[in-house]
């Protein structure tokens, strides 16, 4: 509380004009006080016509004659005893950047509002006349600017309160008699109205846009996620793919080394067998040879005739010329075999190779894109369409699992249903349409009309039909003639005359179009537009009887 009433007493002495505590006082004749060099100052400015109070505006004729209020100067050095100080800090001054009061004399403070009316700035002090005299109370107040000036008319030196639409300018009352004499005008306050009136409308779309570029945003964010996803799950699963695929081939070539190891095995015993008989008879045949060369040798004759008949016979031998030597080529087929198994799954890589990088280049984003320019790059979009039997024309049969429509002389037994379509020949498909799709109609020669629709379309009454309201587009297939129809609006279409319609759409990009079908694709009719809903594919099959249309199978 102490502080509370130090604080009031800072406030009580202290000069509103330099903020500081009362320097040599003097009191005005309104009750006002003021250093003496603050107010004399003030008045030698000149900035009012007459003397006047800068806080009550009160004016003075003559000016008053100032003497030093004695009580305030004591009261005031009383203060400065105590060590108190009035002075605002610093950061309440206005410095470059700042706008100044325009009232404050000596080191001005930072204006807090400026008045559109008096085209001046004021600090806090400066203010409160604005807010305690009545007919300041309905002065404009605005944040603080330094381009008050702007609002005086530098020819007549009045406010411009005045618009002129001709000229697009603000201009005082005096121009509007003046140099823009006959020109539109209207009152500032007017054009802000109307300019701000547009200004809400254009924000307003500005904001909805933001909004759709936001879910935009979020649907591009979840379409990275499932891509990051699938990406990695797909690399998960080629992963376990080739690490099957190479544990087969490492099992196959096990099985191989162990295949010829075991043959190797085999055969090397055979081999050794065989030269351990040769090496056995070659030591029987050294042993003969031995025996001959003694007895061949003995002087005896009677000795000799006695043991020639007694040398064992020859065993019978393995001759050398039984025996085939095949350096190195004993597994040559066997090298051959699996050369070919190499070569055959090059051959499969090689050709398989090209589908997977195709397939992984294809990966669908729905960004916008160009549209395909073959018919091999519509069939990437093509989808099967399936006709709904609760919204199928009673005149009209489904077939080939709800395919194709054909006209009929009798009605069909189908149920009562609100989605069901009581005036035209016409029918929706099941599936809703968003994303990018393309499909064929096959017709006969009777006309048929080709269409995409909203699902809230009439579901009878001549604006029912496909291309008769804002909900539909439609190309209309006559004998020798096309017909594009949407709102009502019908523009005639040449183009080569085929059985089939193609139709390609692009939800996001707003873009359907619709093509002649035989050996090559004809562009026949394109729109550009927004789409704000799911589409559907309809058909509207005419009259006469066992006219039909089938949506293709393109799979």
């Not at 009160?58 to 105590?82: C, D, S, W």
Request: aromatic share 8%.
């Amino acid at each position: 509380m102490a502080q509370k009433g130090v604080q009031l007493d800072q406030e009580t002495f202290s000069c509103s004009i330099c903020f500081d505590l009362l320097k040599d006082p003097v009191t005005i004749p309104c009750g006002h006080s003021y250093c003496m060099n603050c107010i004399n100052n003030f008045w030698d400015e000149g900035r009012e016509k007459l003397p006047s109070c800068p806080q009550c505006r009160r004016t003075f004729i003559p000016r008053p004659e100032l003497l030093k209020n004695t009580m305030l100067a004591a009261l005031v050095e009383q203060l400065k005893k105590t060590g108190l100080q009035a002075a605002p800090a610093d950061h309440c001054y206005a410095g470059p950047e700042d706008v100044a009061c325009d009232v404050c004399s000596g080191r001005k403070l930072k204006a807090i509002k400026s008045c559109l009316v008096c085209l001046a700035s004021y600090c806090q002090k400066h203010l409160q006349p604005h807010h305690d005299a009545a007919p300041l109370k309905k002065h404009k107040l605005v944040d603080p600017s330094k381009n008050l000036q702007d609002n005086i008319c530098p020819r007549h030196g009045e406010v411009r309160k005045m618009f002129c639409r001709t000229d697009q300018m603000c201009i005082c009352y005096l121009c509007s008699v003046d140099e823009h004499k006959g020109h539109d005008t209207v009152s500032t306050a007017v054009e802000r109205t109307e300019r701000q009136r547009e200004m809400e409308v254009s924000q307003q779309q500005i904001q909805q846009e933001i909004q759709d570029r936001e879910k935009d945003v979020k649907l591009l964010q979840q379409e990275v996620e499932a891509i990051n996803h699938s990406a990695d799950k797909t690399v998960e699963d080629s992963e376990e793919i080739f690490t099957e695929l190479i544990s087969l081939l490492q099992k196959r070539s096990s099985d191989v080394k162990q295949q010829i190891r075991s043959q190797q095995e085999t055969e090397v015993s055979r081999v050794r067998e065989l030269e351990k008989k040769l090496q056995q008879e070659i030591t029987d045949l050294k042993r003969r040879d031995a025996e001959m060369k003694q007895l061949r040798d003995t002087k005896d004759h009677n000795q000799f005739l006695h043991s020639c008949p007694s040398l064992s016979p020859l065993s019978e031998s393995t001759h050398s010329s039984s025996i085939s030597i095949r350096p190195l080529n004993y597994f040559q087929d066997v090298t051959a075999a699996v050369s070919e198994v190499r070569g055959l799954l090059q051959d499969i890589l090689r050709d398989t190779w090209t589908n997977v990088s195709l397939a992984i280049t294809e990966v669908d984003v729905l960004l916008p894109q160009l549209e395909p320019k073959s018919r091999a790059g519509f069939l990437k979009y093509s989808c099967e369409i399936t006709l709904d039997p609760n919204t199928v024309n009673t005149q009209l049969l489904l077939s080939e699992e709800n395919r194709k429509v054909t006209v009929m002389d009798q009605h069909q037994s189908y149920f009562g249903h609100p989605d069901r379509f009581t005036t035209r020949f016409q029918v929706l498909s099941r599936e809703s349409l968003t994303g990018r799709h393309y499909w064929e109609v096959e017709k006969k020669a009777g006309g048929v009309g080709v269409a995409v629709s909203y699902k809230n379309i009439s579901r009878s009454g001549d604006e029912s039909g496909f291309g008769c309201n804002d909900k539909s587009w439609s190309l209309r297939c006559y004998s020798g003639r096309y017909e594009f129809c949407y709102n009502n609006i019908q523009t005639s279409i040449s183009g080569p005359q085929t059985s089939r319609i193609g139709v390609y759409l692009d939800h996001s990009a707003g873009v359907l179009s619709f093509y002649s079908v035989s050996g090559t694709m004809t562009i026949l009719h394109r729109v550009q537009t927004t789409f704000t809903q799911p589409l559907y594919a309809g058909v509207w099959v005419y009259y006469p009887p066992r006219n039909s249309a089938e949506f293709c199978k393109l799979r």
